[in-house]
T-cell receptor, first 114, second 115 residues
Framework: DVKVTQSSRYLVKRTGEKVFLECVQD?????MFWYRQDPGLGLRLIYF?????MKEKGDIPEGYSVSREKKERFSLILESASTNQTSMYLC???????WGYGYTFGSGTRLTVV | AQKVTQAQTEISVVEKEDVTLDCVYE???????LFWYKQPPSGELVFLIR??????QNEISGRYSWNFQKSTSSFNFTITASQVVDSAVYFC????????????FGKGTKLSVIP
C-alpha cells in the first residue's frame, strides 16, 4: 500500500559529494515536491514540478537541482553536499484535480553530511 | 504567500488530558482549503483532515475535533483524552494562494503525551 517511496531512509555523505535523493509515486499524480525539514524552521520548499521535464524553484533552491524525466519519479540532487544540507528531506505528491488529501508524503530521508 | 501560524512550538500533557493545538492563517481568498497533518516519530506526514472554507461546521472524528472560525481565521485542533500514540508533530497547512498547487505549512507543534 506504499504510495510515495523515498529510496533511502538514512544517508551519510561526505562534504563535496554529489548526492541523489529519489522519490517515486504510484498514484499518477501530476505534482511533486521536495521539502527539507529542520527544527524550528518547519517545512521549506526546495523545488517542485507540475509536469514531466518541468521544474520550478521553491523558497530555498540554492545548492540543489531536480530532475523529472518520468511522471512517477522526482529526483533531488545536491551538486556538492555541504554540512548545512544535513536535514530531513521529504518528498510529496498531489493531484491537479480536487485537493483530496492535499499532499501524500514519503517517509523522508534523513541526510547527514560529514 | 499567505502565512500559517502555529504559535505553540511544543506542548506536553499527561495522558488522558485534553489538548488544543492552535492554527491561525492569513487569507485574501474567498474560498480556500485548510489541512492538518500528523508526523509521528517515524517521519511520514499523515493526512488528518481537510476543511473547505464554505463549511464552518466543527468536525469530530473519534477523539479528534476541529474548530474552524473564519471570523478569527483560526482552525484549531483538539485531542480529547490524549494517549501516548498521539505524541507527534502536528502541522496546519493551506494552499499558497488561489489556484496554487503548493501548500504553505505552519512550523508545526510538537506534542508530547506523558504516560
Amino acid at each position: 500500500d506504499v504510495k510515495v517511496t523515498q529510496s533511502s531512509r538514512y544517508l551519510v555523505k561526505r562534504t563535496g559529494e554529489k548526492v541523489f535523493l529519489e522519490c517515486v509515486q504510484d498514484m499518477d499524480h501530476e505534482n511533486m515536491f521536495w521539502y527539507r525539514q529542520d527544527p524550528g524552521l518547519g517545512l521549506r520548499l526546495i523545488y517542485f514540478s507540475y509536469d514531466v521535464k518541468m521544474k520550478e524553484k521553491g523558497d530555498i533552491p540554492e545548492g540543489y537541482s531536480v530532475s523529472r524525466e518520468k511522471k512517477e519519479r522526482f529526483s533531488l540532487i545536491l551538486e556538492s553536499a555541504s554540512t548545512n544540507q544535513t536535514s530531513m528531506y521529504l518528498c510529496a505528491s498531489s493531484s491537479q484535480g480536487a485537493w483530496g488529501y492535499g499532499y501524500t508524503f514519503g517517509s523522508g530521508t534523513r541526510l547527514t553530511v560529514v | 504567500a499567505q502565512k500559517v501560524t502555529q504559535a505553540q512550538t511544543e506542548i506536553s500533557v499527561v495522558e488522558k488530558e485534553d489538548v488544543t493545538l492552535d492554527c491561525v492563517y492569513e487569507t485574501r481568498d474567498t474560498t480556500y482549503y485548510l489541512f492538518w497533518y500528523k508526523q509521528p516519530p517515524s517521519g511520514e506526514l499523515v493526512f488528518l483532515i481537510r476543511r473547505n472554507s464554505f463549511d464552518e461546521q466543527n468536525e469530530i472524528s473519534g477523539r479528534y475535533s476541529w474548530n474552524f472560525q473564519k471570523s478569527t481565521s483560526s482552525f484549531n485542533f483538539t485531542i480529547t483524552a490524549s494517549q501516548v500514540v498521539d505524541s507527534a508533530v502536528y502541522f496546519c497547512a493551506r494552499p499558497r494562494g488561489a489556484g496554487s498547487y503548493q501548500l504553505t505549512f505552519g512550523k508545526g507543534t510538537k506534542l508530547s503525551v506523558i504516560p
